[in-house]
């Protein structure tokens, strides 16, 4: 099985996150602390560094109090 990596859909992805948290007055270490998770991981994520599991976005949702719908609302053919 070959490994998928979305590049464009990571970065989109990480950029949407980075620009909610902004918006929700939280930083990076108020978000990792909530979420239980390192800030270097959330700072990855942000950047389209990794390609995070799941599970971590419905945590992420759950502390910026957001449905997990508004995490994955972007373009992706810009």
Same mark, same amino acid.
């Given at each position: 099985? =070959? #490994?998928? @990596? #979305?590049?464009? &859909? %990571? =970065? =989109?992805? &990480?950029? +949407? %996150? @980075?620009? $909610?948290?902004? =918006?929700? +007055?939280?930083? *990076?270490? @108020? %978000? /990792? +602390?909530? /979420?239980? !998770?390192? $800030?270097? *991981? $959330?700072?990855?994520?942000? @950047? &389209?560094? !990794? +390609?995070?599991? %799941?599970? *971590?976005?419905?945590? $992420? /949702? ?17």
């Amino acid at each position: 099985m =070959k #490994h998928i @990596r #979305h590049e464009i &859909g %990571l =970065k =989109k992805f &990480g950029e +949407n %996150l @980075r620009e $909610i948290r902004i =918006k929700k +007055n939280f930083t *990076q270490e @108020r %978000l /990792a +602390n909530t /979420a239980d !998770i390192e $800030i270097s *991981q $959330i700072s990855r994520i942000e @950047r &389209g560094i !990794i +390609n995070t599991s %799941l599970s *971590q976005v419905f945590v $992420i /949702a759950k502390a910026l109090k957001v449905d997990i719908k508004e995490l994955f609302d972007f373009p992706l053919d810009e």
